[in-house]
């Protein structure tokens, strides 16, 4: 048995850590207009970089989804047996969260709030078909409420192309297929915001334009799959952790000099440094087990916030936006004090709801997508839950 066949509990921590960022930052980042120098303005400041917990999905992602198909890669039922379930896990939550989505924009007709969450919501078809990213560049806007899912987007368009990679590609081949994926993301954001200045929002929400994130991790699964290559890794702990220092430094620099998602800065080589930073996170963790990262990562409370962090995701900003309409807040309110209470009481309910949805919905889908298919006998990465 392939031993990252197992679960592995820093892999979960890692995931908890991103849906943190995320809810935090979309929490928090309102108090963007609040006065410079302030309290308020300087946490604020402080939690900017949470919206690259994206980017550590991303990384995540390819590498859990990466080695899952490594593993698999000769098996008859490769295809048909990865997106089964693949499909068990996805659709069915996202299904819900359209319906809820949508059917609350339909409702919410009149009043202050209404309008805030109404705002730039586009068509349902997009969302049925994971192509929202392509209207949102199309339409170069973020639309509230509904906004989240691109990411969504982008890992299914993703999920669309590597298996094919790497089920045909020659083994030798793959290292240099990624690695080219990996510089030409870059290059397709810097002839974005150059030459099509007119559409910002494009080069972030696109699969092409964020596949180094994404290909990063691949990256980290082909390394840990490598048995020389994976013991050098954990034999050289000191300098995995000098790396690691380093691309936080340079992180932390970004976010400072311009750490908007569609700066100059970030739309160059921004993405690119942060997958590095991540995928450096995740080997490390994971070759490291006895530093004190990989015990936080192992956390109970984390690694639990973790398996239900796909449902967090979806649903953070509905359980918000309900909970304010409920108690009739005006938009604004995110500016005021009650913005914090909002944000508590809401992070209370998003986590009660989908801890609810993990045990008696999510998981079940699981199960019944792993008994209508079968590996040929091969284990697949249970982390990819």
Known sequence: MNPL?????????????????????????????????????NLRYATQLGWTGVDLFFVLSGFLIGGILLDTRDSPAYFSTFYTRRFFRIVPLYIVWILTSFGAIWLITAGDFGKWIQDGAFPMWPYVGFAQNFWMAAQNHFPNYVGVSWSLAVEEQFYLTLPLIIRFAPRNWLPWIVGLGIVMAPALRILIFYHMPQHPVGLYVLMPTRADSLLFGVLGAMLMRDEKKKLKLKNSGFLLAVTLVMLASFAACLMMIDGNLGSEPMATIGYTVMAAFYLCLILFCITQTHSWLAAVMRLSWLRWLGAISYGVYLFHDQVRAALCSAILLPSDYLRTPWGWVAGLVSFAITVAICSASWVYFEKPMMSLGQKSATWGGSVAQVNAS
């Open 5 to 41: 066949a197992r679960r592995i509990p820093e892999l979960d921590g890692i995931r908890g850590t991103a849906i943190l960022m995320v809810v935090v930052f979309h929490y928090v980042m309102p108090w963007a207009s609040a006065r410079p120098a302030t309290l308020l303005y």
